[in-house]
Structures are given as C-alpha cells and as structure tokens.
C-alpha cells in the first residue's frame, strides 16, 4: 500500500489543480490541499483496493471541498440574518420579483425564451420541451439551463438581491443606473 510522502509525490500537484478549480483563492486551496492530505495519512490504511487510489483521493477532495463551502455557508449567517431569516412568506419579496422575471423572460433570444417559458411558465417536463421544440432531452436541459442564467445576470445588471437561508427574497436595491427596469414591472414606474 502506497504511503502518504508517495501519495503526496503522485498526485499533490494533480489534486491542488482540482481544488484550485472550484475555490477562488490561492491560500484556501493551499488550506484544503492540507486537509485533503490530513484525511488521506488517517485513512489511507483503510484502502483495501489500491487500484481505487486515484478515485478515492479526488472523492476525498470533493468531500473537502463540500465541507468548505458548507462551513463558509454557515459561518455568514450573523444575528441580523438569522432575524431577517424569520420573514414569513408574506413578507418575502418571491412574487414581486417572479413577475419580474416573467416581464424579462422577453428579453431573452428566442431560443432561450421559448425553451424557459414552457419549463418555467407553463410547467412543461424538459423531456417534451424537447420534443416541442426540436432538441435532444440534453439539448433541452442545456437551453433552459442557460436561459435561466440569461435571466439571473438580466436581473443582477438592475438590482441586487438579499435572499434569506431558504432562499426567499427578503430585500432588494436597484441599481441608479437602471431604475425603470425591475420597478417598472412591478407598475411602481412608468
């Protein structure tokens, strides 16, 4: 069975460049490679199949870096957010900016739009949104996907968001730059 210092040797470089994709920083990734390598010399006595190596450690990283993400999800949330996250459905914002995304959906091109207006709209499964407009069920997926995407960054060049840990929208400013845009599909502007 290989030992940590060969383990280290094989596949350091390999693994920081996996974490390294999925974190934005440098000195995190450098974190995480050492708590990858942390688990690996605690656990690699329990490799039973070294031919599993490769797969085991890149699971390892995921893991990790998983666990980053969580524990940074967690640690934002401060007493103010924990308050705001009381809001109940009545007070979140989720329709006024739903119809909002309906009012943008136009903006899209109208490959896009067509695909996200029978997914989201009119609760079309992908697999017959497909059929209807031609794709394969992965050409589809693809299409509403992006679309979606479309509408977020249409919506985040107007206004910024604060959601709370449900994912409820609890706030919003519009940008100065783009007033008429999200107000004015909820009729406040003209």
Known sequence: MSDTQQVWDDFGTALRAFIRRRVNDDHVADDLLQDVFVRIHDKLG???????????????????????????????FDEAEIQVDQVT????????????????????PEDYREAVTL????????TEVAERIGLSVSGAKSRIQRGRKMLKDILLQCCHFEFDKRGNVIDYQVRADCIACCESASGEYS
């Open 46 to 76: 329990s490799l039973t199949d070294e031919d599993r190596l490769a797969a085991w450690l890149y699971q390892i990283a995921r893991n990790v870096v998983t666990d980053h993400y969580r524990r940074r999800f967690e640690f934002t």
């Open 89 to 108: 459905d009545d007070q979140n914002l989720n329709e006024q900016v739903g119809q909002w995304l309906v009012n943008r959906i136009a903006e899209l």
């Open 119 to 126: 997914s989201e709209l009119k609760g079309v499964r992908q």
